[in-house]
């Protein structure tokens, strides 16, 4: 997850908010996922543990919400967060 932000990083549109995002989890827990697909892998550890993730992307945030899960996002650079 942390390499998809990284990559996002460098696209125009979405730099800003990947770039803010990384900085910020620098000082947070991390977890390590194992799978193929990231999103699948973090909605089983929501499931199983609770806990906030950190998106951007709007169909995750909708999953671990309504899996009673915490969100944080950025937005008009204000951290954002969703329960």
Known sequence: V?????RLSTVPDKEQ???KTLEFVRNLKTIPISGKY???AITEHVKKHG????????????KIKNLGGS?????????????
Do not use: H
């Open 17 to 19: 908010d990947a770039r």
């Open 2 to 6: 942390l390499s998809e932000l990284q």
């Open 38 to 40: 990231a999103d699948d």
């Open 51 to 62: 806990g906030m993730v950190a998106t951007i992307d709007k169909e995750l945030k909708n």
């Open 71 to 83: 969100v944080m996002s950025f937005s008009n650079d204000k951290i954002v967060l969703e329960s």
